[in-house]
C-alpha cells in the first residue's frame, strides 16, 4: 500500500483533479500545493507573483511544502515545486513522484489565458518556452511517468495507483 504519493507536472495537466480521485481510492489525505502556498501565504499565486516576482512565488512554495507533513497523503505539487531540490528531495523519500505528462497543445487548450494562471515563471516566458524548460525537469523527477491524454479521470487515477505500486514493488525488490 501507497504511503504518499506526489503528483508533478504542468499548471493545468491535471495534478489536482486527480490527486483527488486517488486520495478517494485509497483513503489517504488529499493536499493541493498550489492552495497550501495561498493559505500560508495569505495571497492568491498570482498576487503573490505579482507582488514577489516569479522567484518569490517559488520561494513561497519551496517554504510552504518543506514545512508541512506529506506522510499519508497524496499531494498535488505546483508546477514549480521541481525547482527545489530540497523539495523534491523530502517526496522521493516519502514515496513515488508522478509526472503528469500532458502535451504542450493540450495544456495550451487547458490552460486559456496563461497569463492569469499565477505561474511561476520569468516575465515574457510563454507557454512553449515554460514547457520546454520543465518537460526535462519533470523527466528527470519523475519515478513514474504517466501520459494523460485519451483517458478519463478515473482510468488515470488507476493507472497512476498501478504504475506506483510497481514502483514500490521494485523499491522493496531492491532492499532485500
Not at 508533478?8 to 491535471?14: D, F, K, L, S, T
Not at 512554495?61 to 499519508?72: N, P, Q
Not at 489565458?113 to 516575465?123: D, H, L, M, T
Request: charged fraction near 25%; include cysteine.
Amino acid at each position: 500500500m501507497i504511503n504518499s504519493l506526489s503528483l508533478i507536472g504542468m499548471p493545468a495537466c491535471g495534478k489536482s483533479t486527480l490527486g483527488r480521485h486517488i486520495a478517494r481510492r485509497t483513503g489517504l489525505r488529499f493536499v493541493d500545493g498550489d492552495r497550501l502556498i495561498e493559505q500560508r501565504e495569505g495571497q492568491t499565486l498570482a498576487q503573490l507573483l505579482a507582488q514577489r516576482g516569479y522567484l518569490g512565488l517559488r520561494e513561497a512554495e519551496e517554504r510552504a511544502l518543506l514545512a508541512e507533513d506529506f506522510s499519508g497523503v497524496v499531494l498535488a505539487t505546483g508546477g514549480s515545486a521541481v525547482y527545489s531540490q530540497p523539495v523534491m528531495e523530502k517526496l522521493h523519500r516519502l514515496g513515488p513522484v508522478v509526472f503528469i505528462d500532458v502535451t504542450e497543445s493540450e495544456l495550451a487548450t487547458r490552460l486559456g489565458n496563461f497569463a492569469e494562471r499565477g505561474v511561476a515563471c520569468a516575465p515574457g516566458t510563454d507557454l512553449s518556452a515554460l514547457y520546454a524548460e520543465r518537460q526535462p525537469l519533470y523527466e528527470r523527477e519523475a519515478d513514474v511517468r504517466v501520459a494523460a491524454l485519451d483517458r478519463g479521470e478515473q482510468q488515470l487515477a488507476e493507472e497512476i495507483l498501478l504504475a506506483a505500486a510497481e514502483w514500490q514493488q521494485r523499491q522493496s525488490d531492491t532492499k532485500e
